[in-house]
């Protein structure tokens, strides 16, 4: 059985802002904007009829793992948030995606961009999701499979690669992910030059509850973050 957090919204509240005020003084240690970096909240562990708690301690945008859970928290919470997808996609799982969110951060496989190609009325911004320490155990296109991804994904008019996710592996110390962060930004950009005029690799989606901070300093410009605040 997975296990759900009830958030309390005072709790909420206060773990929100302490999230912000480390954003903060992370940016100005690496001389960057604060207001560069989007707080995104993952919401795997809180069914729908909690989300209200995030709304009323203020958070808006927050992101979904699983297909049929977007459907059915979309379905009860509407426009009270900015809705991102952040896991695994499946292609036969596209159709139920693309009509709730402004943004997929998890676009590793060709078949989910001929989907969204297929089913998209308008362009649809969405990150490419690189595997960015080589784990069999995690998906994503491989660090030297990216050039010949994005090359392939290029006739598909329709999808528009804005930037990056990755997920460094797993440790317990924050300053292990540094090195995975800077390669993932020193590949956005290689691609923000090589792709000039076609995609964009300026958004950086990086940084957990575990770890976002450094990524704050390495240039994440969304960090994904949920444990700390529950």
């Not at 960015?132 to 290029?154: H, N, Q, R, T, Y």
């Not at 006739?155 to 993932?184: I, N, Y």
Request: charged share 25%.
């Amino acid at each position: 059985m997975v296990r759900q957090f009830i958030p309390d919204v005072d709790t909420v509240r206060e773990r929100f802002s302490e999230v912000r005020s480390r954003i903060v003084e992370a940016a100005r240690v690496a001389g960057r904007d604060p207001a560069d970096v989007r707080v995104l909240v993952a919401t795997k562990y809180v069914a729908a009829e909690h989300l209200g708690a995030l709304r009323d301690a203020g958070i808006r945008l927050i992101g979904e793992n699983r297909a049929q859970d977007l459907v059915a928290k979309h379905g009860l919470h509407g426009d009270a948030f900015d809705w991102h997808f952040i896991g695994h996609l499946q292609s036969r799982k596209t159709k139920l995606v693309l009509p709730l969110v402004s943004l997929i951060h998890s676009v590793s496989t060709l078949s989910v961009v001929q989907e969204i190609e297929a089913r998209a009325t308008n362009t649809t911004e969405v990150l490419l999701e690189v595997n960015i320490g080589g784990e069999e155990s995690k998906s994503g296109v491989p660090l030297d499979g990216v050039d010949d991804f994005l090359e392939a994904a290029s006739g598909h008019r329709k999808v528009r690669f804005t930037g990056l996710m990755c997920m460094p592996p797993l440790s317990d110390d924050p300053e292990e992910a540094r090195p995975f962060f800077v390669r993932a930004r020193e590949l956005a950009q290689r691609l923000s030059t090589m792709w000039s005029g076609t995609y964009t690799f300026d958004q950086l989606s990086m940084g957990t509850s575990a770890d976002y901070e450094v990524a704050v300093q390495e240039g994440a410009t969304i960090v994904r973050v949920g444990s700390v605040l529950f």
